[in-house]
C-alpha cells in the first residue's frame, strides 16, 4: 500500500519511477564526487602540488563525508526523503563549481568538502527511500543502494576520464555533471512528497535534527560492527583506487590516457557494482569474498612489482567481486535489524566507519609514497589490508554468517 503524499497535488508517479529518482540521485552525486580522480595529474600540473596535496584533497571529500553523515545522515527521518534530496542536490552543485574553477589547493579542498556533505546528506536519504519503497522487499533495496553508490562511484573516473578531453579539460566535466544536477531536481521539486516517517513534534525540530548516537538492540550490535568494519576494510582499497592509483597504473600500463587510467581505476569499483546483480549464495559466502580481496590486492601490489598490465586487471576484477559480495550480505544484515522510521541513521552510522577506510589509510598512504616512493609504499599497505582481510573471514565465519540469498535466509553499496 502506499503512503499518502503531504500535498496531494504534486506529481505522484508510480514506485518504479520513484525508485529510479531515488538511486538515480545518489548515483548522480557519487560521479560528481568521482570525476577528478583521472584529473589530478593535470590539476597537479596546472596549480602545483605533490601526492600528499593529491590525498588531503581526497581527504577533505572523506572527511566532509563523514562530518555530514554524523550532522545530517538522520535529517530524512525527520523532514522527509525528498527534502534531504533536494538539499544534496544543491549542496552538489555548489560543490562541483567551486572544485571545476578552482586555481589553488584551499578552493580544491574547499569544493571536495563541499561534495562530501551533499554525498552525505544524500546518502541516508537515498538508501532509506528505497527501503521505504521496497518493504517486501529488503534484500533488493540494499542492492540498489549497494548498486546505485559503487555504480556512481565507479561511474565517476571513467566519466571524468572521457569528458576531459573536452577543450578546458579540467572543467568541462564538473560543467557537464552541474546540468545533468539542474535536470534531476526539476523532478524533485516537482515531486509529491510522501510524509517524514518520524516527523519533528512542533517546536521539538531543533532537537530531533541535532546528532545523535544511533542505538542498535544487543542482538543486532555485532552485526552492526561486522558490516562497518568490513566496509572501514573495503573502501580502503576503493580510497587508493580513486587516489594516488591512477599514477600506479599509469606506471604499470605505460600510458598516460586519462580515459585509460580512469577505466582502471574504476575496474575494481564497477566489478563491486555489478556483483549485486548476481544471486550468490552459501554459508562462506563473506569469508570467501573478504579472502578474495585480500589475496587481490597483494596481486595488484605485485603487479607493480613485476609490471604486469594482464595481473593488474585481473586482480582488480577479482577485489571488487570480492568485495561487492561480502558487503552485500553483512550491510544487508544491519539494514534488517534496524525499524525502518531509524533507517537512515543507522545505515548513515555504518558509512561513518566506512568512509574512514577512504580517509585514514589513505592519506597515510600519500605521505609513505613521499617517503618511500610509490612501489614500496603500495606494498605496505597491501599487507596490512590482506591481513584484515583474513581476520575479518575468520571472524565472520565464526558468527555463522549465511547468504540472504540462501535457503532459509531472512528477507547494501
Given at each position: 500500500m502506499r503512503r499518502p503524499s503531504v500535498a496531494g497535488r504534486g506529481?505522484?508517479?508510480?514506485?518504479?519511477v520513484r525508485l529510479a529518482l531515488a538511486g538515480t540521485v545518489i548515483f548522480t552525486l557519487l560521479v560528481g564526487a568521482n570525476l577528478a580522480t583521472p584529473l589530478y595529474p593535470l590539476l597537479q600540473a596546472q596549480i602545483g602540488f605533490d601526492t600528499?596535496?593529491?590525498?588531503?584533497?581526497?581527504?577533505?571529500?572523506?572527511?566532509?563525508?563523514?562530518?555530514?553523515?554524523?550532522?545530517?545522515?538522520?535529517?530524512?527521518?525527520?523532514?522527509?526523503?525528498?527534502?534531504?534530496?533536494v538539499l544534496a542536490?544543491?549542496?552538489?552543485?555548489?560543490?562541483?563549481?567551486?572544485?571545476?574553477?578552482?586555481?589553488?589547493?584551499?578552493q580544491l579542498v574547499a569544493g571536495?568538502?563541499?561534495?562530501?556533505?551533499?554525498?552525505a546528506i544524500g546518502t541516508g536519504a537515498s538508501a532509506a527511500a528505497l527501503r521505504d519503497l521496497m518493504p517486501s522487499r529488503p534484500e533488493w533495496a540494499s542492492r540498489f543502494t549497494l548498486l546505485s553508490s559503487s555504480g556512481g562511484v565507479a561511474a565517476g573516473p571513467v566519466m571524468g576520464g572521457l569528458l576531459s578531453l573536452l577543450p578546458h579539460h579540467t572543467r568541462a566535466p564538473f560543467l557537464v555533471h552541474s546540468v545533468v544536477l539542474l535536470m534531476l531536481l526539476v523532478p524533485l521539486l516537482?515531486?509529491?512528497a510522501r510524509p517524514a516517517l518520524n516527523p519533528a513534534p512542533a517546536g521539538q525540530g531543533r532537537n530531533y535534527l541535532r546528532p545523535r548516537v544511533p542505538s542498535l538492540a544487543r542482538n543486532a550490535r555485532g552485526t552492526f560492527w561486522l558490516a562497518a568494519v568490513t566496509g572501514f576494510v573495503s573502501f580502503a582499497v576503493f580510497g587508493f583506487c580513486l587516489s594516488l592509483a591512477p599514477g600506479y597504473f599509469a606506471q604499470i600500463m605505460h600510458a598516460d590516457s586519462r580515459p585509460l587510467i580512469g577505466l582502471l581505476a574504476a575496474v575494481t569499483l564497477a566489478c563491486s557494482a555489478l556483483s549485486q546483480l548476481l544471486s550468490l549464495r552459501g554459508r562462506y559466502l563473506?569469508?570467501?569474498?573478504?579472502?578474495?580481496?585480500?589475496?587481490s590486492v597483494l596481486l595488484i601490489a605485485a603487479a607493480g612489482a613485476v609490471h604486469s598490465p594482464l595481473l593488474l586487471v585481473l586482480a582488480s576484477i577479482s577485489a571488487g567481486l570480492g568485495q561487492g559480495a561480502a558487503f552485500r550480505v553483512v550491510f544487508n544484515d544491519v539494514a534488517e535489524a534496524v525499524e525502518p522510521d531509524r533507517h537512515a541513521q543507522v545505515i548513515s552510522a555504518v558509512y561513518i566507519v566506512t568512509y574512514l577506510g577512504s580517509a585514514i589509510p589513505v592519506l597515510g598512504l600519500g605521505v609513505a609514497v613521499k617517503l618511500w616512493g610509490l612501489q614500496a609504499s603500495v606494498a605496505g599497505f597491501a599487507i596490512p589490508i590482506a591481513a584484515a582481510c583474513a581476520v575479518l573471514a575468520l571472524v565472520a565465519q565464526r558468527r555463522g554468517r549465511v547468504s540472504p540469498a540462501g535457503p532459509g535466509a531472512p528477507a547494501c553499496a
Amino acid at each position: 500500500m502506499r503512503r499518502p503524499s503531504v500535498a496531494g497535488r504534486g506529481w505522484d508517479p508510480s514506485v518504479a519511477v520513484r525508485l529510479a529518482l531515488a538511486g538515480t540521485v545518489i548515483f548522480t552525486l557519487l560521479v560528481g564526487a568521482n570525476l577528478a580522480t583521472p584529473l589530478y595529474p593535470l590539476l597537479q600540473a596546472q596549480i602545483g602540488f605533490d601526492t600528499v596535496g593529491v590525498t588531503v584533497a581526497f581527504t577533505a571529500y572523506v572527511g566532509a563525508l563523514i562530518g555530514g553523515l554524523v550532522l545530517f545522515g538522520h535529517w530524512s527521518d525527520h523532514i522527509g526523503r525528498r527534502a534531504a534530496l533536494v538539499l544534496a542536490v544543491v549542496v552538489g552543485l555548489a560543490g562541483g563549481a567551486v572544485f571545476g574553477t578552482a586555481d589553488s589547493l584551499p578552493q580544491l579542498v574547499a569544493g571536495r568538502s563541499l561534495q562530501g556533505l551533499a554525498v552525505a546528506i544524500g546518502t541516508g536519504a537515498s538508501a532509506a527511500a528505497l527501503r521505504d519503497l521496497m518493504p517486501s522487499r529488503p534484500e533488493w533495496a540494499s542492492r540498489f543502494t549497494l548498486l546505485s553508490s559503487s555504480g556512481g562511484v565507479a561511474a565517476g573516473p571513467v566519466m571524468g576520464g572521457l569528458l576531459s578531453l573536452l577543450p578546458h579539460h579540467t572543467r568541462a566535466p564538473f560543467l557537464v555533471h552541474s546540468v545533468v544536477l539542474l535536470m534531476l531536481l526539476v523532478p524533485l521539486l516537482l515531486l509529491d512528497a510522501r510524509p517524514a516517517l518520524n516527523p519533528a513534534p512542533a517546536g521539538q525540530g531543533r532537537n530531533y535534527l541535532r546528532p545523535r548516537v544511533p542505538s542498535l538492540a544487543r542482538n543486532a550490535r555485532g552485526t552492526f560492527w561486522l558490516a562497518a568494519v568490513t566496509g572501514f576494510v573495503s573502501f580502503a582499497v576503493f580510497g587508493f583506487c580513486l587516489s594516488l592509483a591512477p599514477g600506479y597504473f599509469a606506471q604499470i600500463m605505460h600510458a598516460d590516457s586519462r580515459p585509460l587510467i580512469g577505466l582502471l581505476a574504476a575496474v575494481t569499483l564497477a566489478c563491486s557494482a555489478l556483483s549485486q546483480l548476481l544471486s550468490l549464495r552459501g554459508r562462506y559466502l563473506v569469508p570467501a569474498g573478504l579472502l578474495l580481496l585480500g589475496v587481490s590486492v597483494l596481486l595488484i601490489a605485485a603487479a607493480g612489482a613485476v609490471h604486469s598490465p594482464l595481473l593488474l586487471v585481473l586482480a582488480s576484477i577479482s577485489a571488487g567481486l570480492g568485495q561487492g559480495a561480502a558487503f552485500r550480505v553483512v550491510f544487508n544484515d544491519v539494514a534488517e535489524a534496524v525499524e525502518p522510521d531509524r533507517h537512515a541513521q543507522v545505515i548513515s552510522a555504518v558509512y561513518i566507519v566506512t568512509y574512514l577506510g577512504s580517509a585514514i589509510p589513505v592519506l597515510g598512504l600519500g605521505v609513505a609514497v613521499k617517503l618511500w616512493g610509490l612501489q614500496a609504499s603500495v606494498a605496505g599497505f597491501a599487507i596490512p589490508i590482506a591481513a584484515a582481510c583474513a581476520v575479518l573471514a575468520l571472524v565472520a565465519q565464526r558468527r555463522g554468517r549465511v547468504s540472504p540469498a540462501g535457503p532459509g535466509a531472512p528477507a547494501c553499496a
